[in-house]
């Protein structure tokens, strides 16, 4: 017989207006790394909060067996001390605590009354080991990247013991190398005998990983697949998660000629102020009306760094020399306020801190960035209001029960959408996209390039930062390539091929 670590059965979850979880089972294998996945607002969070008790014994109905006992978790203590660790989508590590602080947060080593760093420190290092990471204990989260800190997260579940490790898309902002790394580490674990489960919307890395694969739909369970009985393929797992076949990844847009030239920076050269280092040397580029053009580089090249000192985020970064012609006018932005005056809006990468009004509802957030547009007089007109954040959520398909929805209720794919909308409707001229499609599921994914063509051809022009090259491939008219700070090439789309952004994306300045 099977030796089933965990068996959720039929679980169901309510939050006010909206079935998050509908009768879900769930059965996870002993030593095996089981993927979870299934659209955005699938439930996919929902039921891992649900097994570690952050929404506690009593707020669900249905069972949990861990290790054949039923549980009654009250809190995430509870199931911590049976051995399950979850990793949230969002990172909660202290940034201003150091890394064995972080480690033995809320779990201290104590000597007598007190806490016993040296020994903190000793199996802190013990931990790092085990992650192989190879950084001070003493070094302050907030100097380390998203790759390091969600090696510290796991290093932080190790210290617990964990049996049965859940990390909720844990390579979502992680770059290539850090991925690997974290899978390579994932299976290791699983040698060791940790059971894993794993929500990803990244299918290639599920399908390279995953001894088992469970796919939610709409609050329910539509299948668990068993990677070594069949092969399970990328398809198999979108028909499940959608209920229909997706062969067209990016709708066509018809080709136009490209307008007069919107946005053009010459010589752009930027010093990091607080490390006197030059970031970015020279760079020159251009975009014109109604065109879509794609920045690619690898980690690291400069992409964000760019679009941030344009974009007018001074003090961080120092502008030494360079021209900025923005709709015929040399402009230089002193702020972001100034920059999305004039016309330019970035939309960031950092999920977090990316300028959601949590508390707020989704029509609020919507039209936050231009309330001119829906307001007469002194007055927002409420229906117009209404009207505009329905024709988005329709649109992209944002999942709620209605506009009214509070953000900071909606999964964390929803809240990524909403973001796109608020400034899609803020009508810039430039819009600058870092990252759109990070932690959207494959068929909003769609939803989203077909909104984005759909603006351009209105004659908007958007600049695309995407680590998924083939997306970068698959939307842009034209494309540069980053390295070490600049520009190493520009592709048209008939030119641009994996191989050819790859040889520019890795080519160093001196070459
Ligand atoms: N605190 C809450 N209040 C109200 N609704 C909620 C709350 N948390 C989640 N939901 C809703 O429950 C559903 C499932 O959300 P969940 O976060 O589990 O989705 P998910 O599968 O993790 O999606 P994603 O891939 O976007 O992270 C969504 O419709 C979401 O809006
Ligand atoms: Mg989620």
């Known amino acids: 017989m099977e030796d089933y670590i965990l068996e959720m059965r039929e679980i169901t979850k309510v939050f006010p207006g909206v079935k998050a979880l509908d009768n879900v089972n769930l059965k996870v294998k002993?030593?095996?790394?089981?993927?979870?996945?299934?659209?955005?607002?699938?439930?996919?969070?929902?039921?891992?909060?649900?097994?570690?008790?952050?929404?506690?014994y009593g707020t669900y109905s249905g069972d949990i067996l861990y290790n054949g006992e039923v549980q009654k978790f009250k809190g995430i203590a509870d199931s911590e001390q049976k051995g399950i660790a979850i990793i949230y989508q969002e990172l909660a590590l202290i940034p201003e605590l150091s890394v064995y602080e972080n480690i033995y947060f809320g779990h201290e080593i104590m000597k007598g009354?007190?806490?016993?760093?040296?020994?903190?420190?000793?199996?802190?290092s013990e931990m790092l080991k085990k992650v192989k990471l190879d950084v001070d204990p003493s070094t302050k989260i907030k100097n380390l990247g998203v790759g390091k800190q969600q090696l510290v997260e796991i290093a932080k579940a190790l210290s617990k013991n964990v049996?049965?490790?859940?990390?909720?898309?844990?390579?979502?902002?992680?770059?290539?190398?850090?991925?690997?790394?974290?899978?390579?580490?994932?299976?290791?674990?699983?040698?060791?005998?940790?059971?894993?489960?794993?929500?990803?919307?990244?299918?290639?890395?599920?399908?390279?990983?995953?001894?088992?694969?469970?796919?939610?739909?709409?609050?329910?369970?539509?299948?668990?697949?068993?990677?070594?009985?069949?092969?399970?393929?990328?398809?198999?797992?979108?028909?499940?998660?959608?209920?229909?076949?997706?062969?067209?990844?990016?709708?066509?847009?018809?080709?136009?000629?490209?307008?007069?030239?919107?946005?053009?920076?010459?010589?752009?050269?930027?010093e990091d102020p607080v490390k006197g280092r030059e970031i970015l040397h020279n760079v020159c580029m251009n975009i014109r009306e109604g065109e879509i053009v794609g920045l690619q580089g690898l980690m690291g090249a400069g992409r964000t760094e760019l679009a941030l000192s344009i974009f007018g985020n001074t003090p961080k970064y120092k502008i030494k020399s360079g021209e900025l012609t923005f709709d015929g006018k040399k402009s230089r932005f002193k702020t972001p306020k100034q920059a999305i005056k004039s016309g330019l809006a970035y939309v960031s990468e950092d999920r977090k801190g990316n300028g959601l009004v949590l508390i707020q509802d989704i029509k609020y957030n919507t039209t936050l960035a231009n309330l001119e547009r829906i307001t007469n007089g002194l007055f927002v007109n409420n229906n117009e209001e209404i009207k505009q954040a329905k024709y988005y959520k329709d649109s992209i398909n944002i999942?709620?029960?209605?506009?009214?929805?509070?953000?900071?209720?909606?999964?964390?794919?929803?809240?990524?959408?909403?973001?796109?909308?608020?400034?899609?409707?803020?009508?810039?001229?430039?819009?600058?996209l870092d990252e759109p499609t990070r932690g959207i599921d494959v068929g909003a994914k769609?939803?989203?390039?077909?909104?984005?063509?759909?603006?351009?051809?209105?004659?908007?022009?958007?600049?695309?930062?995407?680590?998924?090259?083939?997306?970068?491939?698959?939307?842009?008219?034209?494309?540069?390539?980053?390295?070490?700070?600049?520009?190493?090439?520009?592709?048209?789309?008939?030119?641009?091929?994996e191989q050819k952004v790859m040889a520019l994306a890795i080519k160093s300045k001196e070459d």
């Open 446 to 497: 769609y939803e989203i390039y077909t909104l984005m063509n759909k603006l351009v051809e209105e004659g908007m022009s958007i600049i695309m930062i995407s680590s998924e090259l083939p997306e970068v491939l698959g939307m842009s008219d034209r494309l540069y390539v980053m390295s070490e700070g600049t520009i190493t090439g520009e592709l048209s789309r008939e030119e641009a091929t």
């Open 163 to 270: 049996k049965l490790l859940i990390l909720d898309e844990p390579t979502s902002s992680l770059n290539e190398d850090d991925s690997e790394n974290l899978l390579k580490l994932i299976k290791e674990l699983r040698d060791q005998g940790v059971t894993c489960i794993m929500i990803s919307h990244k299918l290639k890395e599920v399908i390279a990983i995953a001894d088992s694969i469970t796919v939610l739909r709409d609050g329910s369970t539509i299948c668990t697949m068993d990677c070594h009985e069949q092969e399970v393929k990328e398809s198999d797992i979108i028909k499940n998660m959608v209920g229909r076949e997706i062969d067209n990844i990016y709708p066509t847009r018809e080709k136009k000629a490209p307008g007069k030239v919107v946005f053009d920076i010459k010589d752009w050269t930027v």
């Open 399 to 432: 999942k709620a029960p209605s506009v009214e929805q509070k953000v900071g209720n909606l999964s964390g794919g929803n809240q990524q959408k909403v973001q796109l909308a608020k400034w899609m409707f803020a009508r810039p001229k430039v819009l600058i």
């Open 113 to 124: 009354k007190t806490i016993d760093w040296n020994e903190t420190i000793v199996q802190a």
């Open 30 to 56: 002993r030593g095996e790394v089981h993927c979870l996945c299934g659209e955005n607002g699938a439930g996919k969070s929902t039921l891992m909060k649900v097994l570690s008790g952050v929404y506690g």
